[in-house]
C-alpha cells in the first residue's frame, strides 16, 4: 500500500495492490487522506459489498491494454472509494493470485497495463497512469519463496524488466514506481540479514539487480533519500512473534526518477495497527499534478 501525496492538496494518487481470493485479498479505506491495507476481502464485504453502479464505456481513444472498468470479478463490488477514479490490473491466468490497482482522485490522462511480456502481463503485474508528465506504475514482482521454479519465474522477470526500467528512465517523463518488489536491498533492510543471505528476497543477484536499478540506471529509492534509518521495515512474516518483535524486512518502495524524487519531504510507515503482512507506506512530495 503506498500514497504519493502532492503538495498536500486533494491532488493525491494513491497505489494499493490487490489480492482479490480468500484471506490473501487486500482494500483500501481513506480516513483523513490515508489509505489503509486490511487483509481479508471476505472481512470487509459488510462495507464492500454493495452494488457499484454501471458503468458506460468511455468515451475517447485509450492507449493500447488501457483499464476501464473492473473485470468481472469485481463487477459486484464498489472498490472505488468516493472521490477517487479507480482503475486495476488482475491476474488473468488464475484468479486472486496477483494484481495491482491505482486510485487517484485526479483523473489520470491515460492508463494502460503490462509492460509487453508474454509471460507476466497475464498475472496483473503492471499498472501505468499518466498525469501530465508525471506517470505513477502500480508493481508486484513476483515472490520466488514458495519454490525453486518460482524463483526462477522471478527471475525471469527480472531479466526482462531492466530494459523496460531503462526505457521509462531515458522516457524524459518523471516516474514513480510503488509497489512489492519483494526484494531486501541491503543489510539494513530486513532484522535477520545474516540468516537470510541464501533466501528468495535477500539473493545476492537479487539484490544486485537493485543495485543496478539504483547506481547504474539512475533510479531512487525514494523512502531511503528521506529516511536513513534503521529498523524501517514493511513487510512481517505471519509466523511466530515477528510483527511484535519487528523482525521484518524493507520490500515494499517508491523508486522514482530523480527529478520527482528530489521532491520528497516526508516518508511515513503506518504500523499503529497491523491490517495485513505490509504496512502502507506514504511519502508526501513538494509537486503538483
Not at 94 to 122: I, L, N, Q, W
Not at 210 to 238: H, I, M
Request: aromatic share 12%.
Amino acid at each position: 500500500m503506498h500514497l504519493l501525496r502532492l503538495n498536500e492538496t486533494e491532488s493525491r494518487v494513491v497505489y494499493f495492490q490487490v489480492r482479490l481470493a480468500g484471506t490473501d485479498a487486500q482494500t483500501t479505506t481513506k480516513r483523513r487522506g490515508v489509505a489503509i491495507e486490511e487483509a481479508g476481502l471476505d472481512q470487509d464485504r459488510r462495507r464492500l459489498a454493495r452494488p457499484a453502479p454501471e458503468r458506460k464505456p468511455s468515451q475517447g481513444a485509450k492507449p493500447p491494454g488501457a483499464v476501464a472498468s473492473p473485470p468481472g470479478h469485481l463487477a459486484g463490488l464498489a472498490l472505488v472509494p468516493r472521490g477517487y477514479h479507480g482503475y486495476y490490473d488482475c491476474c488473468l491466468t488464475k484468479r486472486g493470485y496477483s494484481g495491482v490497482a491505482v486510485y487517484s482522485r485526479t483523473k489520470p490522462g491515460g492508463v494502460s497495463r503490462g509492460y509487453g511480456s508474454r509471460e507476466f502481463d497475464p498475472e496483473g503485474r503492471f499498472l501505468r497512469a499518466d498525469f501530465g508528465r508525471l506517470s505513477v506504475v502500480s508493481v508486484y514482482l513476483p515472490s520466488g519463496s514458495s519454490s525453486e521454479e518460482r524463483q526462477r519465474a522471478k527471475f525471469r522477470f527480472l531479466g526482462e524488466f531492466m530494459p523496460v526500467l531503462k526505457k521509462l528512465k531515458s522516457s524524459g517523463r518523471e516516474f514513480v514506481i510503488c509497489g512489492d518488489w519483494n526484494i531486501a536491498h541491503k543489510e539494513i533492510d530486513l532484522e535477520n540479514w545474516r540468516g537470510n543471505r541464501k533466501n528468495s528476497g535477500f539473493l545476492p543477484e537479487e539484490r544486485a539487480w537493485l543495485t543496478e536499478t539504483f547506481d547504474e540506471v539512475g533510479w531512487v529509492d525514494v523512502f531511503r533519500r528521506v529516511d536513513p534509518r534503521a529498523k524501517q521495515y514493511t513487510w512481517w512474516s505471519n509466523r511466530g512473534q515477528a510483527w511484535a518483535k519487528n523482525v521484518g524486512w524493507r520490500i515494499d518502495y517508491q523508486i522514482a526518477t530523480p527529478g520527482i524524487a528530489a521532491r520528497a519531504k516526508k516518508a511515513r510507515i503506518f504500523k499503529a495497527q497491523r491490517f495485513s503482512d505490509h504496512a502502507p507506506l506514504t511519502i508526501d512530495y513538494d509537486s503538483k499534478l
